[in-house]
């Protein structure tokens, strides 16, 4: 491979290892900050416990998810200094406000959060969680404002003088109106994965019989979440496919496996072809269906990749502007599938809460902590999904990815970083995985030290 493309394999595999820690930290702090409030305003002492113990593991989480995190933005300067070049007038402002501003926000309160047990007021210190909470929030705003750029990049305009784009509206970039849809689906997406966590770590203990009536409560209210994140994040990402259909319909068409233009268009079940995508063998597909979820009608058209293929070659010149089919095909379905099974998991496990059988159902304890697997796999599979349904473009219909590569950057010098990054990257995964299944199976049985009681006194 030339220094395209690891540089490519490179920049995934930190943004896959990275955006493993990511969802749970964005959805773990307004759960944290929801017990912390519950323990404020009743003054039970279960809530602060819960408080505490899932804190616990949402400081193992975020700190990880620093160190992994600062590694992507050195490559903008390494591997793709021609891109940065090109739009770092742009790209760098929202990811500078989300360095300078929202993680500092993030990381002030934090420390306030974690030192200021009988110190601060107990007010003062619940809204240090939430300010937290508002952090994390604002940071993916931020990032995912530099995202959406890519995607539907907008408040620009091109200096051929000097060859590179510059800002033009800093408020259309914060506005981007694939900013909005996708900032939904990605936080609506991590508190699912942190109500999955929650109610599998919690699932553990009540299969073992741990502090039921801790326990129990937080499983309910996990439960809650989830099946209200899921039925969120599934919205959210319909409605992010029809503006799909209207900014990227390369990318859609892909991910049905679509090649010629249909009206109405039928959605593929499953398909199988050859991995250089360039036909299907077999496909199973239900008729109108993706006419309703791409355009809302019942016989909307659905362009198919053979002639977008051919209208991107008459206004951009030759080249192949189809993405990886097989990939961007399978990823969406990885993802829609795990989203329609974890919306049917909460709605049973509400149902056992109905019936208060919910601790006494050893089948579905024992299948929540599994479970808990399953958000990352989906969290992961969108974004290949995302970043691969945009190529060959790094900016869409503005900057190819090759002519974004540093010129001057070797392939020995690339794999030899990628090697050592995924090296790296696989020793903090296990680091992570350890600490995680080492302080989530000891329960609360540690959260009764006397700073806990001196803390349990204030509510």
């Known amino acids: ?43 039970d002492e279960k809530w602060l416990r819960l408080t505490k113990f899932f804190g616990k593991l949402f400081l193992i989480n975020f700190a990880l998810g620093v160190v992994t995190g600062i590694v992507q933005e050195f490559q903008f300067g390494m591997n793709w200094s021609s891109y940065s070049r090109y739009v770092g007038d742009i790209f760098g402002a929202p990811l500078a406000i989300e360095g300078l501003a929202a993680f500092f926000l993030e990381s002030t309160f934090l420390g306030l959060w974690i030192f200021g047990w009988s110190r601060l007021p107990k007010g003062v210190h619940l809204a240090t969680i939430w ?20 995607q539907n990049p907008v408040g620009f305009r091109i200096n051929e003088e000097l060859g590179r784009a510059e800002l033009d509206s800093f408020s259309a970039v914060l506005t981007n109106s694939n900013l909005f849809v996708q900032f939904q689906h990605t936080v609506l997406a991590a508190l699912l994965t942190a109500a999955v966590f929650v109610l ?39 409605s992010q496919a029809q503006l799909k259909t209207e900014q990227q319909p390369m990318k859609i068409a892909a991910a049905e496996a679509l090649y010629e233009t249909e009206a109405p268009a039928s959605y593929s079940l499953f398909a199988v072809g050859p991995l250089d995508g360039s ?20 016989d909307g058209e659905v362009v ?10 008459e206004e951009y010149g030759a080249g192949d502007y189809v993405p990886n089919v097989p990939v961007l095909y399978w ?10 099974l974890l919306i049917a998991v909460a709605a049973l496990g509400l149902y056992l809460v109905r019936r208060k059988r919910l601790e006494h159902s050893r089948w579905f304890l024992k299948a929540s902590v599994p479970l808990i697997v399953l958000p990352f796999v989906a969290n992961s599979a969108g974004w290949i999904f995302t970043e691969m349904g945009r190529q060959p473009w790094v900016v869409q219909e503005v900057l190819l990815t090759a002519d974004g590569v540093s010129p001057t950057v070797s392939a020995g010098n690339v ?45």
């Not at 395209?4 to 995934?12: D, K, P």
């Not at 599998?200 to 996990?222: M, Q, T």
């Not at 990823?331 to 329609?340: A, N």
């Open 1 to 43: 491979m030339d220094a395209l493309e690891l540089a490519r394999w490179q920049f995934g595999a930190t943004t896959v290892f990275h955006f493993l820690f990511v969802p749970l930290t964005i959805g773990l702090a307004p759960m944290i900050a929801i017990f912390q409030t519950i323990a404020y305003r009743t003054g």
């Open 131 to 150: 300010l937290v909470a508002l952090g994390t929030w604002l940071s993916a705003y931020f990032i995912l404002a530099a995202n959406s750029w890519m």
């Open 304 to 313: 198919g990749m053979n002639d977008l293929q051919e209208r991107y070659e």
């Open 200 to 238: 599998g770590v919690c699932g553990y203990h009540l299969l073992k019989g741990n502090d039921v009536e801790v326990f129990r409560p937080a499983a309910v209210i996990a439960l809650v979440i989830m099946l209200a994140s899921s039925l969120g994040t599934a919205w959210a990402g319909h």
């Open 279 to 298: 036909r299907t063998y077999i496909n199973l597909t239900l008729p109108y269906l993706l006419s309703v979820l791409a355009t809302n009608t019942i």
């Open 331 to 340: 990823t969406f379905r990885i993802m829609v599938g795990i989203g329609t």
């Open 415 to 459: 794999l030899t970083s990628l090697l050592a990054f995924v090296a790296i990257y696989g020793v903090l995964i296990v680091v992570e995985v350890g600490l995680l299944l080492h302080y989530g199976r000891k329960g609360l049985t540690n959260e009764r030290t006397a700073e806990d009681v001196g803390a349990s006194l204030q509510y």
